[in-house]
């Protein structure tokens, strides 16, 4: 689930995720971290409840679990594009394991792309929401990788 986040607890939530990005790694979770200037708003921060208006800083955290990261071919950023013009300004990081929709072989960010085909939501989307196949297949075949061995 995304959480928003005001400028001083978008910091504190970043720092945990570097501290903890080996415990990250080993859990095969990612966490994507996109921070900018609101163009909607006012939102409220998810730790302290402060008013955080249009135009104002804010940080979106995003946990991804292994079976999501690894299913996912290609993100265009469509939650985050609710949040922020998503045009180059933002500030976007990955923590704990290598996302390949989001990080080329090097590890670094690759630019979000717009996709001009997908119609426009109404409300904003839960990144879930953008690959629902991927996500049922990943489903599907979950709980044969959930079998206790003989
Ligand atoms: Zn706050």
């Not at 090097?106 to 196949?133: C, M, T």
């Amino acid at each position: 689930m995304p959480y928003l986040f005001c400028e001083e607890h978008g910091q504190a939530r970043e720092a945990d995720s570097r501290t903890y990005q080996e415990h990250y790694d080993e859990l095969g979770e990612s966490v994507l971290i996109v921070s900018g200037r609101l163009k909607t708003g006012p939102w409220l921060c998810d730790r302290c409840n402060a008013t955080i208006p249009r135009g104002g800083t804010a940080y979106l955290v995003t946990g991804f679990p292994r079976w999501i990261v690894e299913s996912v071919n290609d993100y265009d950023f469509g939650y985050e594009r609710g949040y922020f013009p998503m045009k180059g300004e933002e500030r976007i990081a990955v923590y704990g394991a290598h996302w390949p929709a989001v990080q080329d072989e090097s590890g670094a960010i690759r630019a979000p792309r717009r996709r001009a085909d997908r119609p426009q939501k109404r409300r904003p989307i839960y990144a879930v929401e953008l690959f629902p196949e991927k996500v049922q297949a990943a489903l599907l075949e979950r709980p044969k990788q959930l079998e206790p061995e003989d």
